[in-house]
Structure formats: C-alpha cells, structure tokens
C-alpha cells in the first residue's frame, strides 16, 4: 500500500539555524499537507500546496517557513532561523484530489529547537 | 467555541466492551467529517470518513448529525488494540481542504 515517507525521523538543531524537512508523498497524488504537533497539543494545519503553490497557510505560517516542490517526488518545509517553539512533531500529508478529501500521513519529523 | 470539541477522556473499558466517542463542531460549514486514530508519538491514521448517512466498517460505526453539528464514534467488542486517542477531524470542503483536528479523546482498553 503506498504511503508518504518523511525524513529525517528526529532532528535536533540549536536556535537560529535552518532546517528543512523532507516528505515524498504518495505517488499520484495532487494536495499536499504540513501539520504539526507540538507535545500535548492538536495537530494544526500549517500550510497547503497545490500545481506548485502554496494555496493556503495559517498564521503560525510566518515569513520564517517556506515550502518548496523541488521536482517530482520530493516536498520539503524548510524553517529559516529555528526557535525554541519550533520543537514539534511535523507531519506531511498528502491527498488525491479529484473528489477524495481523506489525507494520509507521513510517520513524522521530531524537531528539537535547543 | 472551539472549532472541534471532544472529551479527552482517558476512557478505560475492558476487552469486549462498547465504547462511544462523541464530538461538536463550530462551523456549520464544514463539509467532510472523519476519524483519525493516533498512538502515542505516531502520525495520525485515518480510521474512517463519516458520512451523513452513518457508515460501518467491521467493529467501527460513525454517525454525523449535521443539524446538531456533532459527530459520534462507537467501537463494539474493544480490543486491548484499540488503545490508542481518536481525533475528530473536520475540513470546509472549500479552499484546500485543510484539515481542522480535535484535542482527541484518549482510549485505555484493559485485559
């Protein structure tokens, strides 16, 4: 069964420095998802991607975060100067489109900001 | 109002027994319904959609009640498996269809 994959599984990384996250999502499918979690806490939507732009973010979303598709397999979240309340769980998800809503998700990045 | 609302329980049944998760939403537009199961430190997993109509699959019945805006949950014959926290998840269906999660009701299901 297809399914999106996400590396790495944990990051750690000091305060102010970029990180970038990576997801391949399922083959064929056409949206695709950030959320995160951070520990305790809901899930909550980040940003949404779609013919290569970004079609949705929320306010946690700031100037500091970019999402790219570099080419056709690949779907990165990239944090330009990390913060302490950056350390979360990020999730990618993807979904088909064409009248599916359900999304699937990656298994996860662990980020930790020290 | 928070936009999903669940009980975060801990529920703590035995194996066998029938347990019934509920969950209010805000927005009355919101379009499509589903759950999510989440074990501890894992990727939410899609459970099942949730259809008007209420839908079954195997142990696992979801009903929707759009005029309340709440959506229910039952498991029958719980299984020590089942131990987990089911998210209410629900989207607009407008946009991108960007998911909104609920806090999750947490499941113990004991020997």
């Known amino acids: 069964e297809p399914e999106v994959t996400q590396t790495p599984s944990h990051q750690v990384t000091q305060m102010g420095q970029e990180v970038i996250l990576r997801c391949v999502p399922i083959?064929?499918?056409?949206?695709f998802y950030w959320y995160r979690q951070i520990l305790g806490q809901k899930v909550e939507f980040l940003v949404s991607?779609?013919?290569?732009?970004?079609?949705?973010k929320s306010e946690i979303f700031d100037d500091q975060f970019s999402v790219e598709r570099p080419d056709g397999s690949n779907f990165t979240l990239k944090i330009r100067s990390t913060k302490l309340e950056d350390s979360a769980m990020y999730f990618c998800?993807?979904?088909?489109?064409?009248?599916?809503?359900?999304?699937?998700f990656g298994p996860g990045t662990r980020l930790t900001v020290l | 109002r928070k936009e999903v609302e669940q009980d975060p329980g801990p529920f703590n049944v035995p194996e066998g027994a029938t347990v019934a998760f509920n969950c209010t939403y805000s927005?009355?537009?919101?379009?499509?319904f589903f759950w999510y199961r989440q074990d501890c430190r894992k990727e939410p997993k899609l459970l099942m959609s949730?259809?008007?109509s209420g839908n079954e699959d195997g142990r696992f019945t979801a009903q929707l009640n759009r005029a309340s805006q709440y959506i229910s949950l039952l498991i029958r014959d719980s299984k020590l498996s089942d131990s987990a926290t089911y998210l209410c998840v629900v989207n607009l269906n407008t946009g991108f269809q960007k998911l909104v999660f609920g806090t999750g009701t947490r499941l113990l299901v004991s020997p």
């Open positions: 949730v259809y008007s």
């Open positions: 083959s064929n499918h056409l949206y």
């Open positions: 927005n009355s537009a919101s379009q499509s």
């Open positions: 991607f779609y013919n290569n732009e970004i079609s949705e």
């Open positions: 998800a993807s979904r088909a489109g064409l009248g599916r809503y359900e999304q699937f």
